[in-house]
């Protein structure tokens, strides 16, 4: 069994500045991870994933996350966030044979504070 | 660019009666999925379907539910006999079915059980 926790509900960020939203996730198998963003009143669109190789994963919207084996991570990060960046994130995790199903964590909404 | 679409956007029904969400996945892909998201809680998987079957389901994915693909287009998601705890914002994806392979999500159709 695979299970995500983000352990941020909410992060209020100031325009410009950096941001860091955390993921753990626990599984007893390799996996995919994933983070997707979801606008207000909008569906689920991927931001980026790590399937394998560079542990380095660069994204849409100048996003970047790194999986961490040991501490079964996967960080998202932006160095500087724009007002449009307020949106809810999703880490979430799969299996790695096709059509896996997505196991999601619960969510952290991003504020952008001008 | 292709996209996977859902209709109605919002549905609204008494509880006990029959619904039938729709979806129209992305035109070459070969794996459907539904998941949905209960208002302010985590986006949780519901069924897989390939091939013409149910290839994994939830354990929420009991026998009020039913997933068809009664033409070459649509996936539709039947709920029996709706109940209060069904309102929540319902999402379809589609996915080529490689391993890795990005699953499209659909904007969401909101149902509310009165």
């Known amino acids: 069994a695979q299970s995500v926790t983000q352990l941020d509900s909410q992060v209020p960020v100031f325009e410009e500045a950096p941001v860091e939203l955390r993921c753990n996730y626990s599984s007893s198998v390799s996996v995919y991870l994933f983070w997707y963003v979801q606008y207000p009143n909008q569906g689920l669109q991927l931001l980026l994933k790590?399937?394998?190789?560079?542990?380095l994963v660069k994204g849409i919207n100048g996003f970047e996350a790194e999986f961490n084996k040991s501490q079964t991570s996967f960080h998202l990060r932006k160095p500087s966030v724009h007002i449009s960046d307020t949106a809810e994130y999703f880490c979430a995790v799969s299996g790695r044979s096709s059509a896996s199903k997505i196991i999601f964590g619960s969510g952290t909404r991003l504020s952008i504070r001008p | 660019e292709p996209e996977v679409t859902q209709t109605p956007s919002h549905q609204v029904t008494q509880m006990g009666q029959e619904v039938i969400l729709r979806c129209v996945p992305i035109s070459n892909h070969l794996y459907f999925y539904w998941y949905r998201q209960i208002l302010g809680q985590k986006v949780e998987f519901l069924v897989s379907f390939y091939n013409n079957e149910i290839s994994e389901k939830s354990e929420i994915f009991d026998d009020q539910f039913s997933v068809e693909r009664p033409d070459g287009s649509n996936f539709t998601l039947k709920i029996r006999s709706t109940k209060l705890e069904d309102s929540a914002m319902y999402f379809c994806?589609?996915?080529?079915?490689?391993?890795?392979?990005?699953?499209?999500f659909g904007p969401g159709t909101r149902l509310t059980v009165l």
């Open positions: 994806a589609s996915s080529g079915g490689g391993s890795g392979d990005e699953q499209f």
């Open positions: 790590y399937l394998s190789g560079s542990t």
